[in-house]
């Protein structure tokens, strides 16, 4: 049996509800505090640049990007001090945050697959952070996001305020297709 090519640590801050399900630790419900967790994603050797390899059943590493480990956090202040001893295993010119900001229609699963396959594929050379707003994860529920993204901006600003806690040298902050106006509410309220 073969397993991952690679494995991608992804540290997440999320404003989701954590749930009892550990193949979707955190739902679609709006938490009224931030959860914070890290999970290693393995990338699958079949992997095709640009493209999430899932599965509908239980993800086969060999085929399917799966979650490896499910480490989750208390409080921001542990969050920041895992995303320091992450930074400080690279050489310094790798001290860096790769934040990513999924789009409308993500479950939790779906976002943080996207932030690993954006970080492999891309050779980002930062820790990959990933911040889910809870997105329904479905097709007709367009209006549940929208406001589920102008909630979120809370939560993304004080992600990005740990962000500014850690010992990075610089932050790359990256929005896709709804998580852009959550990226530019969070940024005005910082403003």
């Known amino acids: 049996k073969t397993g991952p090519k690679a494995v991608i640590p992804v540290f997440v801050a999320t404003s ?10 955190y739902s679609a419900k709006r938490s009224p505090k931030l959860n914070f967790s890290r999970i290693d994603i393995g ?24 979650a490896t480990t499910f480490q989750p956090y208390d409080t921001g202040a542990v969050f920041v001090d895992r995303i320091n001893a992450e930074l400080a295993k690279r050489p310094a010119n790798q001290r ?4 990513f900001v999924h789009g409308y229609n993500n479950n939790f699963a779906d976002s943080v697959f996207r932030a690993a396959q954006m970080s492999y594929d891309f050779g980002i050379p930062a820790v990959t952070v990933h911040y889910s707003w809870p997105s329904a994860g479905s097709l007709g529920l367009y209006v549940y996001d929208r406001d589920s993204a102008t909630f979120g901006r809370d939560g993304l600003a004080e992600t990005l305020r740990l962000a500014a806690k850690t010992k990075a040298s610089k932050i790359l902050l990256v929005g896709h297709s709804m998580g852009t ?7 005005r309220e910082l403003a």
């Not at 860096?96 to 934040?99: A, Q």
């Open 16 to 25: 989701r509800e954590r749930s009892d399900n550990l193949s979707l630790p």
């Open 43 to 66: 990338i699958p050797p079949t992997h095709k640049n640009g493209q999430v390899e899932k599965s509908s059943t239980k993800p086969n590493p060999a085929r399917n990007f799966a």
């Open 96 to 99: 860096e945050l790769f934040i």
């Open 181 to 187: 106006f959550v990226v530019m509410e969070a940024l």
